[in-house]
């Protein structure tokens, strides 16, 4: 999502081709309006590549050995890539920074690194994590998409000059919807793994609707967790609802109905879907912890809730919600002003542009 942002942002000044690894069911070459994606050839099993969706357990074994295939792999066509660019833009540094730094040693091209969080730094294995700060090192850039994650790359990993730009999302594409009635309608999107806690989401609706308060919530979304959710919420005598997977016009809408949107994530980057919330004028219930509750000022654009795992902890905030009911109107309209302000896709283009043109005066 953030690859097609920026190349869609930046076109014509940029043209874009990107490398990843190719699945069964997908194409070698494919073009798009705004990027080429070209896919290299992992021989992997197909179960084993899927780890990044969360889908089905890969063991840390296999896992090494997929991110092995896929720099052996990738070392011929981003080679190849490499003498037709000016620059390389590597998202996460592992497993492609190992061939991006195997392949400057011919081809010497700037080289910058975004860090989006989670996968590549929070949840990284100790045993990766030399590998890890040794491609940061190394880079002429390192992008951290939030200002948490960069203090922790600098503190913890030892990375220097890291430049902080936020992820962006087009909010043209988002508009506030309803004033807030009597009930307060919560919505969550997000991918269904365990660190969301959305079965404790769920069991704090319950208590609220229990207590008599007047309260729903919609869920979205797919992952390992989705037979336990949507059981959890079939459950809840009808104040749980679960649509499953939506796509973008669905979710829009979605939001556009929402009093408030909820993301009880143990540890973000920086949520795009809580910035989609922003650019809808909802505020945001989120975990108050480093990275989700970056973009959320309590009071003005949401609230916090101090402890995610936590169900009475999660009942207190929204207990919180349901006293401030007559400010969610005011509260929409400051959302919505500081998601155009800070979080806007022209923002964070205009951003990475900065970075790309001052690295190519440098090597000039």
């Known amino acids: 999502m953030v690859l097609a942002a920026i190349a869609q942002g930046l076109s014509p000044q940029i043209s874009n081709t990107v490398l990843t690894r190719r699945f069964r069911d997908t194409a070698a070459c494919e073009d798009y309006e705004h990027l080429s994606v070209r896919r290299y050839w992992n021989p992997a099993p197909e179960a084993w590549k899927d780890y990044a969706t969360g889908a089905r357990h890969v063991s840390f074994l296999q896992k090494c050995v997929v991110t092995g295939l896929d720099v052996i792999c990738s070392l011929g066509p981003l080679r190849r890539l490499a003498v037709e660019s000016d620059l390389v833009h590597l998202h996460f540094p592992l497993p492609l920074g190992l061939s991006a730094l195997a392949v400057r040693a011919f081809i010497n091209r700037p080289l910058i690194v975004t860090?989006?969080?989670?996968?590549?730094?929070?949840?990284?294995?100790?045993?990766?994590?030399?590998?890890?700060?040794?491609?940061?090192?190394?880079?002429?850039?390192?992008?951290?998409?939030?200002?948490?994650?960069?203090?922790?790359?600098?503190?913890?990993?030892?990375?220097?000059?890291?430049?902080?730009?936020?992820?962006?999302?087009?909010?043209?594409?988002?508009?506030?919807?309803?004033?807030?009635?009597?009930?307060?309608?919560?919505?969550?999107?997000?991918?269904?793994?365990?660190?969301?806690?959305?079965?404790?989401?769920?069991?704090?609706?319950?208590?609220?609707?229990?207590?008599?308060?007047?309260?729903?919530?919609?869920?979205?979304?797919?992952?390992?967790?989705?037979d336990r959710i949507e059981r959890l919420a079939r459950r809840s005598a009808g104040s749980v609802r679960f649509v499953g997977f939506i796509d973008e016009a669905q979710k829009r809408t979605l939001l556009s109905e929402a009093d408030a949107f909820v993301q009880l994530s143990t540890r973000e980057g920086l949520s795009i879907a809580t910035l989609e919330a922003l650019a809808s004028g909802v505020p945001c219930i989120v975990s108050n912890l480093p990275g989700v509750r970056e973009p959320i000022t309590p009071g003005h654009t949401g609230w916090y809730v101090d402890d995610p795992e936590n169900v009475q902890s999660v009942v207190a905030t929204l207990r919180d919600v349901l006293a401030q009911r007559s400010t969610l109107i005011e509260m929409k309209q400051t959302c919505r002003a500081v998601a155009v302000e800070r979080y806007s896709l022209q923002r964070m283009c205009e951003s990475y542009w900065t970075v790309f043109t001052d690295l190519l005066k440098a090597r000039a």
């Open 115 to 226: 860090v989006h969080g989670n996968a590549d730094v929070y949840e990284l294995p100790p045993t990766l994590a030399p590998v890890t700060r040794a491609v940061l090192k190394r880079a002429d850039a390192v992008v951290s998409v939030s200002h948490d994650l960069a203090h922790y790359l600098q503190n913890a990993m030892g990375v220097p000059n890291v430049t902080v730009i936020p992820n962006g999302v087009d909010v043209d594409q988002f508009r506030s919807g309803r004033a807030a009635g009597t009930a307060v309608n919560l919505f969550s999107v997000c991918r269904l793994v365990p660190r969301k806690n959305i079965h404790v989401l769920i069991a704090a609706v319950e208590q609220i609707v229990t207590e008599g308060g007047s309260l729903s919530l919609v869920i979205a979304g797919t992952g390992p967790e989705k």
